[in-house]
């Protein structure tokens, strides 16, 4: 990787994200619909996972180009878990200054992306000696390298997706169960399904290359990690569709778009694992394709956004998802960034 495209490939989460926060401001504060209420504040929150994701292609980069140090080391994940706070902290905040639906949904929805920043930076954190992999590829053994990961510190970073990803899904079953109270824990709930979903899929990510690190990723991970990360995409879109064929209120049923963007930005993730997990001492010829992925998802995403724009000039309740699915657009155009980082360190070219 020469240093332009080093360089370009750090400025497209940064420009994402920047993206995320100029729109959700816009969104904010132009005009007076209480749905930009919840839209703006949502859309901005999800720069926060640009942020995070920018800490994690930094940390790869410096690696592949050799200008990773030891302030780069603990200041790029540190700037990722820094995003977390600040963002489940904006979210909790919004929870309290006001009890109005949509501060209570945006609330509960801007500390769920918290979540899934946390595991970002998780992964920025597993990502702080990649180039390990590459080495322990080419080996036939699967002892541990000196350089790597203790045991302790492998499983202390798996376990810290872990648990952010069940805190995820008590959150999101605990709002659904007072669905029937109020339309709030209805919508609140379902979306908080999609981000737990992303959540697990970070649990794969992170357990992929700290196990790739530690030499000990077994044959059966190969198989078992792709396949999780697809289920938990599937759920989300086959869920979403469900709320759209399925629930009367077509107000609440808009929220399963939100569902299947949640669901592509799953696949946008898969591309990591699967690229990871095929060439783990294997060749695998479609390598070099895998970051088609996320630009598929992503124009998914935005096609979706554009159709929901024009349904909302007749129905309202299309405005929220809509603009969702626009940030959303821009996390998978993120995540190109890091797949298109992850093959060009792991390339045998």
Same mark, same amino acid.
């Given at each position: 990787?020469?240093?332009?495209?080093?360089?370009? !490939?750090?400025?497209?989460?940064?420009?994402?994200?920047?993206?995320? !926060?100029?729109?959700?401001?816009?969104?904010?504060?132009?005009?007076?619909?209480?749905?930009?209420?919840?839209?703006?504040?949502?859309?901005?929150?999800?720069?926060?996972?640009?942020?995070?994701?920018?800490?994690?292609?930094?940390?790869?980069?410096?690696?592949?180009?050799?200008?990773?140090?030891?302030?780069?080391?603990?200041?790029?994940?540190?700037?990722?878990?820094?995003?977390?706070?600040?963002?489940?902290?904006?979210?909790?905040?919004?929870?309290?200054?006001?009890?109005?639906?949509?501060? !209570?949904?945006? *609330?509960?929805?801007?500390?769920?992306?918290?979540?899934?920043?946390?595991?970002?930076?998780?992964?920025?954190?597993?990502?702080?000696?990649?180039?390990?992999?590459?080495?322990?590829?080419?080996?036939?053994?699967?002892?541990?390298?000196?350089?790597?990961?203790?045991?302790?510190? *492998? /499983?202390? /970073?798996?376990?810290?997706?872990?648990?952010?990803?069940?805190?995820?899904?008590?959150?999101?079953?605990?709002?659904? %169960?007072?669905?029937?109270?109020?339309?709030?824990?209805?919508? %609140?709930?379902?979306?908080?399904?999609?981000?737990?979903?992303?959540?697990?899929?970070?649990?794969?990510?992170?357990?992929?290359?700290?196990?790739?690190?530690?030499?000990?990723?077994?044959?059966?991970?190969?198989?078992?990690?792709?396949?999780?990360?697809?289920?938990?995409?599937?759920?989300?879109?086959?869920?979403?569709?469900?709320?759209?064929?399925?629930? %009367?209120?077509? &107000?609440?049923?808009?929220? &399963?778009?939100?569902?299947?963007?949640?669901?592509?930005?799953?696949?946008?993730?898969?591309?990591?694992?699967?690229?990871?997990?095929?060439?783990?001492?294997?060749?695998?010829?479609?390598?070099?394709?895998?970051?088609?992925?996320?630009?598929?998802?992503?124009?998914?995403?935005?096609?979706? %956004?554009?159709?929901?724009?024009?349904?909302?000039?007749?129905?309202?309740?299309?405005?929220?998802?809509?603009?969702?699915?626009?940030?959303?657009? &821009?996390?998978?155009?993120?995540? !190109?960034?890091?797949?298109?980082?992850?093959?060009?360190?792991?390339?045998?070219?």
């Amino acid at each position: 990787m020469n240093y332009g495209i080093s360089v370009l !490939f750090r400025a497209i989460p940064l420009l994402m994200g920047l993206f995320c !926060f100029g729109y959700g401001l816009f969104i904010t504060s132009y005009g007076t619909d209480p749905n930009r209420f919840l839209a703006g504040p949502v859309v901005f929150s999800l720069g926060m996972i640009c942020i995070a994701l920018f800490s994690t292609a930094a940390t790869i980069i410096r690696q592949i180009i050799g200008t990773f140090g030891t302030v780069s080391k603990y200041v790029l994940p540190g700037v990722g878990y820094l995003s977390a706070a600040l963002t489940i902290i904006g979210g909790i905040r919004l929870l309290h200054v006001s009890t109005d639906t949509a501060s !209570f949904v945006a *609330g509960h929805v801007i500390c769920g992306v918290g979540l899934i920043t946390a595991c970002v930076a998780t992964t920025a954190t597993s990502s702080t000696r990649f180039t390990m992999i590459t080495v322990n590829a080419r080996r036939n053994d699967h002892e541990p390298p000196p350089k790597a990961f203790t045991r302790t510190q *492998g /499983l202390t /970073l798996i376990s810290i997706a872990l648990i952010i990803s069940v805190v995820a899904w008590v959150w999101a079953f605990v709002l659904l %169960a007072k669905s029937g109270l109020h339309p709030k824990y209805f919508v %609140a709930g379902h979306v908080m399904i999609g981000l737990a979903s992303i959540c697990t899929c970070l649990i794969t990510l992170v357990a992929t290359i700290a196990r790739q690190i530690r030499n000990i990723f077994s044959a059966s991970e190969r198989k078992i990690w792709p396949v999780l990360v697809l289920i938990m995409g599937s759920l989300c879109v086959i869920w979403g569709l469900i709320l759209i064929l399925g629930t %009367a209120d077509r &107000g609440l049923a808009s929220t &399963g778009y939100i569902m299947i963007g949640l669901g592509l930005v799953c696949y946008s993730i898969s591309s990591k694992v699967i690229l990871l997990s095929k060439i783990w001492r294997h060749e695998f010829k479609l390598s070099n394709r895998i970051p088609l992925i996320p630009i598929f998802t992503a124009l998914g995403c935005l096609f979706l %956004a554009a159709f929901l724009f024009e349904m909302g000039t007749v129905h309202g309740y299309y405005f929220v998802p809509a603009r969702v699915l626009a940030g959303l657009g &821009g996390i998978c155009f993120t995540l !190109f960034s890091i797949v298109s980082i992850l093959e060009s360190g792991t390339s045998s070219k």
